[in-house]
């Protein structure tokens, strides 16, 4: 059960390693200018496969549902950025169990967004759990951890393509060797929250650092964008720098921004309509000298 990229690497390691019977995925949605119905990534690979698909709009209160996954009589279910909750009766279906990847170390980053909350955080490593799937948000007894290291490059895309691959491996081992739970520790819960547009604006006043990993972390959505002269500017990656200045302010003319602690040099932007750029290809055709002031 999966949508998502992130889901890829877990079904085919699956699908080599073990049968699968079924794959679940959020139903087609109208993509592109045409608004066509387009599947999910987890939906489309299966189709390669040659895998039986199923996309349910919902779950919960769906009795029909509920008794179609029952009469699967599954093993074990492996759930991975599914989307739909899972009602009590299909947690219970399996003979092992409903198995999640999670795409970070819990109990830190319980919910929707923990690879980008990760990087935001300022965290130095990130990780997968295959958990036991309960009732609860993220709240199941653990079977396996795998971490991975956060350096001051990373950003959410490298880290999400980190972790799906080390998902898709620690499910199969998982699998095979049907480790013993552990309950999550009650200290060090943190949540995730899912993220919106807003979370992209880059307030000046932040320090510089802050704003490094909130680009790194908002990589590739919903992304970092500031003002200027009207014009929204998405800022795709950048480096923080020392220098100081009035919060918002060019301090010379090749994007050096002013930061309430330091100062962020803009090396990658797109602005609206047009496709990503570096800082000197933006600056052809846009002059932003020392000064200017963005918001």
């Not at 390691?13 to 592109?32: D, K, T």
């Not at 909350?117 to 309960?134: F, P, R, W, Y």
């Not at 992209?200 to 500031?226: I, S």
Request: glycine share 10%; proline share 9%.
């Amino acid at each position: 059960m999966g949508s998502p990229a992130f889901a890829l690497p877990a079904l085919r390691a699956l699908h080599a390693a073990h049968e699968i019977v079924a794959v679940y995925s959020q139903p087609p949605r109208p993509a592109g200018r045409g608004h066509t119905l387009t599947p999910c990534p987890v939906h489309a690979e299966a189709l390669k496969l040659g895998l039986e698909i199923r996309t349910p709009p919902r779950l919960r209160r769906e009795a029909d549902e509920q008794a179609a996954f029952a009469a699967l009589e599954l093993d074990a279910c492996v759930v991975a950025a599914y989307g739909l909750i899972l009602p009590q009766a299909m947690l219970d279906a399996p003979a092992r169990g409903c198995l999640n990847i999670h795409a970070s170390l819990l109990p830190r980053w319980r919910g929707a967004g923990p690879i980008q909350a990760a990087v935001l955080a300022g965290d130095t490593e990130s990780g997968v759990t295959i958990m036991q799937m309960e009732a609860g948000l993220d709240t199941g007894p653990m079977l396996l951890r795998g971490t991975v290291p956060i350096g001051p490059d990373t950003t959410a895309a490298t880290l999400h393509d980190a972790l799906a691959e080390l998902g898709g491996r620690l499910v199969l081992q998982a699998l095979a060797d049907a480790p013993p739970p552990q309950v999550q520790p009650e200290d060090g819960i943190t949540y995730a929250p899912k993220l919106t547009k807003a979370d992209g604006k880059l307030y000046w006043t932040r320090t510089a650092a802050e704003l490094d990993r909130q680009v790194r972390g908002l990589v590739p959505w919903p992304g970092a964008y500031t003002e200027l002269a009207g014009e929204t500017l998405k800022i795709l990656a950048a480096r923080p720098e020392s220098a100081t200045g009035a919060p918002g302010t060019a301090l010379d003319d090749r994007l050096l921004i002013a930061c309430g602690d330091g100062a962020l040099r803009l090396l990658r932007l797109q602005r609206p309509g047009r496709g990503p750029m570096d800082a000197a290809a933006l600056l052809r055709g846009l002059a932003v000298p020392a000064g200017t002031s963005l918001g």
